[in-house]
């Protein structure tokens, strides 16, 4: 009877009791966006008290799906995955599926059949791309050289920022890329990348404009233009996206122009839908979009404040 009594109250003990033991698959620490966006999900795991397994990737796909597998292996109650690239994912989120293990897209995105996972938590690229377009036709009057440094090839930020910023940037004839450059969204990437393109356009000879896919990029190519006596932030309008603590300062320091903010504290949004799904909540929009914005000099230092820094 004692031991009837002993297996009915575990089956009974509720689920959500149990601490919960989640997989991130982070995409690496190639930029401060990447180090903040770690850190809210570690602080906010602790703070809800998950069990959280991170894997670094290094930015390496093959790793990061090897990683996920481990995950699969360790029966975690949900896998969350930012993806380095967008593709490549299939297979594996089949095998999650099959060991019915649920799987949260947050970040970047993938190219796979949606209904291999729950959702995908994250800001529009887009979006981004399109609004920082829209800007710069507007501070220029619909005429600019543009010089792009892209970030990791194949990831959907790089691909999404460049496409939407050309969608609306393809509104105006004289708005124009006319160099571009891959420097995987790292500061030294932006460094040895505009190193190379200075050289190809005599020091930006006529350039209006230097298009980064993100900050760090922009800081490392600030550096190499300030080296060739060309002046960031004056000489030359700067857009990039990610909006943290280093840009804004960047900014008042006349060196940047203008950031689009992509939010990297979005552990709290991600748990949310993960544990809602694991307390057994079925309906979830497949895109769960969180919004971006745009902010320049003025607002730089309002900026750095809410940063606490
Ligand atoms: O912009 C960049 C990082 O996926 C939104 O990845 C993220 C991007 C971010 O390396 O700094």
Redesign the pocket.
């Known amino acids: 009877m004692r031991r009837i009594l002993f297996l009915a109250a575990l089956l009974l003990f509720p689920l959500s009791a149990r601490s919960q033991t989640i997989g991130f698959a982070q995409?690496g620490a190639?930029?401060?966006?990447?180090t903040a966006f770690s850190a809210s999900m570690k602080q906010e795991a602790a703070r809800r008290g998950l069990h959280l397994l991170f894997a670094d990737a290094g930015n390496d796909v093959g790793r990061q799906r090897q990683e996920v597998r481990g995950f699969i292996a360790k029966h975690v109650d949900a896998i969350i995955i930012?993806p380095v690239v967008v593709d490549g994912w299939s297979d594996v989120l089949k095998e999650a599926k099959e060991a019915a293990i649920p799987v949260f897209i947050a970040?970047?995105a993938v190219r796979a059949d949606p209904s291999l996972y729950v959702a995908r938590i994250a800001?529009s690229?887009t979006l981004e791309g399109r609004l920082a377009a829209a800007w710069l036709a507007q501070a220029t009057n619909g005429k600019c050289d543009v010089v792009e440094l892209e970030?990791?090839a194949g990831?959907?930020?790089a691909l999404q920022r460049h496409s939407g910023f050309l969608a609306v940037a393809a509104l105006f004839p004289d708005i124009r890329i006319i160099r571009a450059g891959n420097g995987n969204?790292t500061t030294e990437g932006g460094r040895s990348v505009m190193t190379r393109l200075m050289s190809e356009t005599n020091n930006l000879a006529g350039v209006c404009a230097v298009l980064a896919?993100?900050?760090?990029m922009l800081l490392g190519a600030i550096g190499v233009m300030q080296a060739a006596g060309v002046h960031p932030g004056r000489d030359i309008i700067t857009v990039s996206?990610?909006g943290l603590p280093n840009i804004y300062r960047a900014m008042l320091a006349g060196e940047a122009t203008m950031s689009v903010e992509?939010k990297s504290d979005t552990a709290p949004y991600i748990y949310d839908v993960v544990q809602r799904y694991l307390k057994g909540e079925r309906s979830f929009p497949k895109w769960i979009v969180i919004p971006s914005a745009l902010h320049t000099r003025a607002d730089a230092a309002a900026m750095l404040e809410r940063h606490g820094s």
């Open positions: 995409v190639e930029s401060d966006w990447r930012a970040d970047r800001a690229s970030g990791t990831s959907e930020p969204f896919h993100n900050d760090n996206f990610d992509v």
